[in-house]
Structures are given as structure tokens and as C-alpha cells.
């Protein structure tokens, strides 16, 4: 079955510090993936996506992506505590089906003031 | 503004008693989904339209159908709720028509369902 994997957390930093959020996949034919955030009671909110190999910056986020590894993670630096929320890691796994996203259940992130 | 719209965004009914949840788009997008999300979980794929063509998962109830009667709109209808159906519904649209797509999920603020 494919799967995609991330520690639910509580993950807990300090405002201002870097937190680092990971992600593993079982599916070697993965071909994009995403970075949603999510709200309590609200609905999911694209982040970022990345589909090759590397490192992918956009303001305070990076996606990092190590295909060979089957593992994404998201970095997020200066952190706020507007950025509480949980981080829900999806996957394209290609195929007959690739617009279709595999979830992973979220890693809850805690900023502290 | 583009965007993904659903009505209402929260919905009581009673058990087994029908209920239909809407979603409509102003982004053009080939595709759409419905997903289920219970609290701390992952959101469940429940079944999704490529432009016209429904596609099921194999695991969503018969209970759940979907309606898609144009490009724009897309319908969940729960023909009797059970307690455990009570989540939030989500729809959530893609293309998979432009080059510049990676497939992308966007998503409606969803759909609070209560069950009572």
C-alpha cells in the first residue's frame, strides 16, 4: 500500500528559531510533492510543491527533496507563531492516477512566543 | 479573486436524513474532489471528476454519490448520515491540462457536518 509518513508531533519551537518538518514516502515513482498548511478548523492551504532532487526557497519556507531517500521536508526559518498550525505532507504518486494526492495525517506545529 | 467556494460551511442534520453539500470554482480546473477529513487525521479521497468522468475509491459507502453537472459545480450527497460521517468535507480542484501544472490541489474552506 502506499503511504506517506510524517511524525504527528506536537512539534514545539521557540519564536524565531528554524523548525524542520519531515516527510517519507513509500512509492519510488513519486513525481511531485506538496506542503499544505492547515489550521484548526480551516482547510488545507498550499504551500509549496517540489519535484526534483534539491532544495526550493520561497520566503521563509525551503522544501527539500531526496528522491534516492524517499524523503521531503519542509524548513521553516524566523518562525512565528502565526505559522502554529499542522503541515500536511501529500504526495503524486504518477500513474494511471497522477493527479491524485496521497496524504500523510499532518505534524502539528507549535510556535512559542 | 479565483477560488473554490462551498455552501454552507456548516451543515446539522439528523441521522438518516439526506443532505447535499456544494462546491463550485471560478478557476477553470478540469478536475475535482471530494475529500472526507476527520479530526487529526488525513484528508480520505473520497472520489473525484476528470472533466466529465467520475472516478470512485474503492472504499468510499454507497451512501456517498457525487454529482458534477458542469465544469463548475460539483456535488456531495450523503443519501442517509450515519453518526460516523460527521467530518469536514472538503472539495478541492486541479488541471491537469496546463504545462505549467504539477498537478496542484486547491482547496474550498469545506463543510462542517454535524449528525445528530
Given at each position: ?17 528554524i ?14 510533492f ?74 502539528l ?5 | ?30 478536475v ?66 496546463s ?18
Amino acid at each position: 500500500q502506499k503511504e506517506v509518513e510524517q511524525n504527528s508531533g506536537p512539534l514545539s519551537v521557540p519564536e524565531g528559531a528554524i523548525a524542520s518538518l519531515n516527510c517519507t514516502y513509500s512509492d519510488r515513482g513519486s513525481q511531485s510533492f506538496f506542503w499544505y498548511r492547515q489550521y484548526s478548523g480551516k482547510s488545507p492551504e498550499l504551500i509549496m510543491f517540489i519535484y526534483s532532487n534539491g532544495d526550493k526557497e520561497d520566503g521563509r519556507f525551503t522544501a527539500q527533496l531526496n528522491k534516492a531517500s524517499q524523503y521531503v521536508s519542509l524548513l521553516i526559518r524566523d518562525s512565528q507563531p502565526s505559522d502554529s498550525a499542522t503541515y500536511l505532507c501529500a504526495v503524486n504518486m504518477g500513474g494511471g492516477s497522477n493527479y491524485k494526492l496521497t496524504f500523510g495525517k499532518g505534524t502539528l506545529l507549535t510556535v512559542n512566543p | 479573486d479565483a477560488m473554490v467556494i462551498q455552501n454552507p460551511r456548516y451543515q446539522v442534520t439528523q441521522f438518516g436524513k439526506p443532505v447535499t453539500l456544494s462546491c463550485s470554482q471560478t478557476l477553470n480546473h478540469n478536475v475535482m474532489y471530494w475529500y472526507q477529513q476527520k479530526s487529526s487525521q488525513a484528508p480520505k479521497l473520497l472520489f473525484h471528476y476528470y472533466d466529465k468522468d467520475f472516478n470512485n475509491e474503492a472504499d468510499t459507502p454507497d451512501n456517498f454519490q457525487s454529482r458534477r453537472p458542469n465544469t463548475s459545480f460539483c456535488f456531495l450527497d450523503i443519501r442517509s448520515p450515519g453518526l460516523g460521517d460527521a467530518a469536514m468535507y472538503l472539495c478541492a480542484t486541479s488541471s491537469s491540462l496546463s504545462y505549467l501544472s504539477y498537478n496542484e490541489q486547491f482547496f474550498g474552506p469545506g463543510t462542517r457536518l454535524t449528525v445528530l
